[in-house]
């Protein structure tokens, strides 16, 4: 009964679920979106992408990897390291840290909060039909975050200094 009163007293907030999750298309869309949304990192920026996809990410956000670090947000990236990558690995590995992996999945998990997954293989979608889903949600995030965490542990660092 008195949990009907402060309903009652209190009321429920409600939450929309576009204030949740959207639906991204485009790697120019979803690049956009995740530089806006790793901009606003605080704490940490977890990344794992493809090879082409560690090269476009380093290209396109190193200032802003840049400006993350001296706030002090630990920016971890995981992506399949080859003899392409080592340039821009050895480009931003003032600013992040990058340890090589098998997968080929494509995240980004900003603060343990929210999460951009890329859904399509980027080796075999053009640009304008890759697709991506951003969600707002601790709970999933804060949990892929630390499956991330857990296969960090496992993967072999670089010397990128």
Not at 29 to 50: K, P, Q
Not at 52 to 66: A, D, N, V, Y
Not at 92 to 117: M, P, Q, W, Y
């Amino acid at each position: 009964m008195n949990e009907l009163n402060t309903l009652h007293t209190q009321g429920v907030e409600l939450v929309e679920p576009a204030d949740l999750s959207g639906s991204l298309k485009g790697r120019h869309n979803l690049y956009n979106h995740l530089e806006l949304t790793i901009r606003n990192a605080e704490n940490s920026v977890d990344i794992m992408t493809t090879s082409q996809g560690l090269m476009r990410k380093i290209e396109g956000f190193k200032p802003t990897f840049e400006k993350l670090k001296k706030r002090g947000v630990k920016i971890r990236i995981a992506a399949p390291l080859t003899k392409e990558t080592m340039a821009a690995v050895k480009d931003i590995g003032s600013v992040a840290e990058i340890r090589n992996t098998d997968s080929k999945a494509r995240f980004v998990i900003v603060d343990g909060k929210e999460l951009i997954f890329m859904i399509m293989d980027d080796q075999e979608v053009h640009p304008t039909y890759d697709v991506g889903i951003w969600v707002n949600s601790p709970f999933f995030s804060s949990a892929l975050e630390s499956l991330f965490s857990t296969a960090w542990k496992g993967m072999k660092t670089t010397a990128t200094k």
